[in-house]
């Protein structure tokens, strides 16, 4: 499967950092979200795209939006990871790839690496940009002009 732009994201669940449930649908389409896919908490790529995601967050909620990152590590992976760099946003773990695989995102770097995507959605869940670049410098900044076109 993959989402093409003006498709409704399917809704799924998951652990956030803290161990608890994460439902998309008491987000999705109430509010505009931006979710990122990345390879691996602590490596120097998704640090940066995390800390990129942290220092706009204010600027993502000033337009009513909310951020979510996703990987395929533990939630205690994503805890450790959220305090060290002190990320304020939703991260869940999709160790089973179920996440990913609804999202189409595909592996990167022949097929070695969990591809890098970011996804915006409109405040009904519609999907407005999806982003496929493996250079974690760009998407926030994608993510987040998209976010302003919406408002």
């Known amino acids: 499967m993959t989402l093409s732009i003006g498709d409704i994201v ?16 008491e987000i999705i389409g109430k509010k505009p979200v931006v979710i990122f896919f990345y390879p691996k908490d602590f490596t120097p790529g998704c640090t940066k795209e995390a800390c990129n995601f942290r220092d706009a967050y204010k600027d993502f ?9 996703i990987s395929g590590d533990s939630e ?18 999709d160790s089973s790839g179920k996440i990913r695989k609804k999202f189409g995102v595909k ?6 690496v969990p591809g890098r995507e970011t996804f915006v959605l409109d405040k009904n869940g519609m999907l407005q940009m999806r982003f496929n670049n493996l250079d974690a410098n760009r998407h926030m900044k994608k993510a987040l002009q998209k ?5």
């Open 107 to 112: 592996k990167s770097l022949l097929g070695l």
């Open 10 to 25: 399917p809704n799924f669940k998951s652990k956030n950092q803290d161990g608890e449930e994460f439902n998309s649908a």
């Open 76 to 93: 205690k992976s994503h805890q450790r990871f959220a305090k060290k760099h002190q990320l304020p946003y939703t991260l869940l773990s």
């Open 61 to 69: 909620q000033d337009y009513g939006a909310e951020v979510i990152g």
């Open 147 to 151: 976010i302003k076109e919406l408002n």
